[in-house]
Nanobody, 121 residues
Framework: QVQLVESGGGLVQAEGSLRLSCSVS????????MGWYRQAPGKQRELVGSITSGGSTNYADSVKGRFAISRDNAKNMVYLQMNSLKPEDTAVYYC???????????????WGQGTQVTVSS
């Protein structure tokens, strides 16, 4: 089993900041790319940003310059620093990780349960 647990969501005023954390635990041989997605009410889940095992990052245009992803490979953690938050950033944020459970396993994607971020105007 592989578990992803997000934390750090909450209510914040516009222009405020939040930091989300996601821990990956369980039967893990290796973790590849990790990412953050979000889903607002009535909308499809969308990629916020991702980070490779080597630290290369990729962001949605809507969050570039405001959000930053980082990871701690030793702790199997990924973070999302969100600055200059806007009401349109309100959504449930999900952590995703590509995991090999054994050395010869294929990569499989796993999801966390999500954490609510609400930005008030």
């Amino acid at each position: 089993q592989v578990q992803l647990v997000e934390s750090g969501g909450g209510l914040v005023q516009a222009e405020g900041s939040l930091r989300l954390s996601c821990s990956v635990s369980g039967s893990i041989f290796s973790i590849g790319s990790m990412g953050w997605y979000r889903q607002a009410p009535g909308k499809q889940r969308e990629l916020v940003g991702s980070i490779t095992s080597g630290g290369s990052t990729n962001y949605a245009d809507s969050v570039k310059g405001r959000f930053a992803i980082s990871r701690d490979n030793a702790k199997n953690m990924v973070y999302l620093q969100m600055n200059s938050l806007k009401p349109e950033d309100t959504a449930v944020y999900y952590c995703n990780a590509d995991v090999k459970r054994l050395s010869f396993s294929r990569w499989s994607g796993f999801w966390g349960q999500g954490t609510q971020v609400t930005v008030s105007s």
